[in-house]
């Protein structure tokens, strides 16, 4: 690469978009752009879009939180902070169990500014993050999803709770992209897919028009990093290809899969197994898109996780190699 900067826009949530953002924020001469799914209606963040008629904030914390320079700052601390249940005490809908702070703190400021993005800015401030982060849309979304046999979902907490396959994800209300988001998209030396939840976390962005006309019409090089493994109630039982093939039945184009090669041990696999997750493998040796296999892959906790370390080493590869001077 030049000593030019370079755009990467990283298109995603959840958790497996943060480790990402985290693994790359250090590469030299880039600039990392978080475009971020606000479908998400589980959990803490379900409850106060709900209270407070907001867009989903609860992976725009943890973007931010991965992309901060202020990893083990007491504002990252308290961010991180969840009100848990103690002494029996049960949750209802208005008192603060279950809450993460950081999420409690994000709803104060976005009340106070009248502004979902200007509320992003200002924690970005605070914890001196690199690179910036966007909302796909600022409006409140419902993410809904059509199985094979004609069942529609409504809701992201829903979708993998079935027992059926998903055909398609959608919404159900004209939803307009956040402009500036499209414009990042637009301006991009590199896109990255991934890593995470197929669906609910990647799909969510790319099904917004405005988009998908970006994706398509941008020049950039598009990379999909694929899950080491299956996640039950959404990509059963799925391949490789079986992924690429969801994220080009909507539309989404790319030009590069990104997937781990490591050995798993078996106990391990065994563990998955029983909660009905088995490895992601390749079927075939021959794709119309680019194969990069590689060691991305720790498994602390006997759990399978992609390693921040690994995956920054495979990026700075892929900049080199994708990204002309």
């Known amino acids: 690469m030049s000593n030019k900067q370079k755009e990467v826009v990283i298109i995603g949530g959840g958790h497996g978009q943060s480790l990402i953002c985290k693994s790359i924020k250090d590469i030299p001469d880039i600039h990392v752009t978080a475009i971020v799914t606000v479908a998400d209606d589980g959990g803490s963040t379900g409850r106060l879009r709900t209270l407070f008629h907001l867009p989903a904030m609860g992976d725009i914390r943890n973007v931010l939180l991965a992309l901060s320079n202020d990893q083990n ?3 990252t601390a308290l961010m991180n902070y969840r009100f848990t249940e103690e ?10 169990l279950g809450h993460n702070l950081g999420n409690l703190i994000f709803t104060a400021l976005a ?4 502004s979902f993005e200007e509320s992003i800015r200002i924690l970005s401030d605070l914890l001196h993050t690199v690179g910036d982060v966007l909302p796909v849309t600022e409006q409140i979304v419902t993410l809904n999803a059509l199985m094979e046999d004609g069942t529609r979902v409504r809701g992201e907490k829903n979708i993998p709770t079935m027992v059926n396959t998903i055909s398609r994800v959608f919404y159900d209300v004209p939803v307009h992209a956040n402009i500036n988001a499209v414009q990042a998209i637009l301006n991009a030396d590199v896109i990255i897919y991934g890593i995470g939840s197929l669906y609910t976390s990647i799909l969510p962005n790319v099904i917004i028009p405005e988009i998908t006309d970006a994706l398509v019409h941008c020049h950039a090089p598009k990379i999909y990093f694929c899950n080491a493994m299956t996640q039950p109630g959404e990509t059963d039982g799925y391949t490789m ?3 690429v093939h969801a994220l080009e039945s909507h539309h989404c184009p790319l030009d590069t899969v990104v997937m781990a090669n490591d050995d798993i041990p078996e106990y391990i696999l065994d563990r998955y197994l029983d909660q009905h997750s088995i490895r992601v493998k390749a079927t075939s040796s021959s794709h119309p898109y680019s194969l990069i296999q590689s060691s991305l892959l720790t498994f602390d906790h006997d759990l399978v996780r992609h390693d921040p370390t690994k995956v920054k080493m495979v990026m700075e590869q892929l900049l080199h190699a994708v990204v002309q001077p």
């Open 87 to 96: 002494n029996g005490s049960t949750t209802n809908e208005t008192d603060v």
């Open 73 to 75: 700052g007491i504002l």
């Open 241 to 243: 290809e079986d992924h």
């Open 111 to 114: 009340n106070t500014t009248h």
